[in-house]
């Protein structure tokens, strides 16, 4: 997963820089503003983290033993929870590679949207904000990973190999990662173009419902490759979906009056403050 979204957010950048987006006359509003001394660091410190420690920390990790795996048993799991156990093992690998392909389908959508002249006139804030929104959504799911732990359906599964049961990674079931990667993509993508063009009204709406799809389906094969418990990817869902909609809402330019203030914090931890004050 790592190489994927280096991959993907690199192409990503290749299909906005090279498209030849017209000067913003000077008087002209932006939409947004990204504070670039804040952002870009935070947000390179972000992907130090993932890329140099995280991903590597959680594909790493040991997972159970022999005597773990074969105490485990899938009607000891919530009820909600209980059908990823209880799956045919022989088609998780296919599964996951289907699983993958949805999911670069939903990171390469965002550079889609770039083929529209306002995208275009603040691809620069557009794309920060998109490389912000990853960032933090891939240091979220590496931490929660980190410090829940929960196991893998493929490891309470008998029909499925003993070497997929207890091999490394097996332990960061909580939450979907890929789940929530793919949704924070596609819901970016139809926030940033509805709030460039209000003119639609309503039938933003049509675009939302069409950005859950692709990470609804990441959703189902990822459940379908017994790596995740429905509950792990409802939340990667809802995580990503928020996320994608909230941050480029966080980094609209406002009028001086409305006071809004937004700044990302890190340090022990990380996220965000928010300040907001009324017209007198």
Request: charged share 20%.
């Amino acid at each position: 997963m790592k190489k994927r979204i280096l991959n993907i957010l690199l192409l990503f950048v290749v299909v906005v820089v090279n498209i030849q987006a017209q000067k913003r006359k000077a008087g002209d509003e932006s939409l947004y503003h990204v504070n670039k001394a804040i952002v870009i660091p935070l947000t390179a410190a972000s992907y130090a983290f993932n890329v140099g420690y995280g991903f590597s920390y959680l594909s790493d990790q040991d997972g159970l033993s022999t005597d773990q795996v074969n105490k485990l048993n899938g009607d000891d799991v919530w009820w909600f929870d209980r059908i990823a156990t209880k799956q045919d093992a022989s088609y998780k690998d296919r599964a996951h590679e289907i699983s993958d392909m949805f999911l670069n389908v939903s990171l390469f959508l965002p550079g889609i949207i770039g083929l529209d002249k306002k995208v275009r006139d603040e691809w620069m804030d557009i794309l920060l904000m998109y490389l912000e929104l990853q960032a933090y959504n891939s240091t979220l799911y590496i931490s929660t990973a980190m410090s829940v732990n929960r196991t893998r359906p493929v490891a309470y599964s008998p029909e499925a190999a003993l070497a997929s049961r207890t091999e490394k990674g097996t332990r960061n079931s909580f939450f979907s990662g890929h789940v929530s990667t793919a949704a924070c993509g596609t819901f970016f993508a139809a926030k940033v173009y509805s709030d460039l063009h209000p003119e639609i009204g309503n039938k933003k709406y049509f675009l939302y419902g069409a950005a859950a799809i692709p990470p609804a389906l990441v959703g189902y094969y990822r459940l379908r490759a017994m790596k995740h418990f429905p509950s792990d990817i409802l939340l990667g869902f809802g995580v990503g979906a928020a996320a994608g909609i909230l941050l480029p809402e966080l980094h609209k330019s406002r009028k001086k009056e409305t006071g809004l203030a937004f700044m990302p914090i890190a340090g022990q931890f990380m996220g965000v403050h928010l300040k907001y004050t009324f017209k007198q």
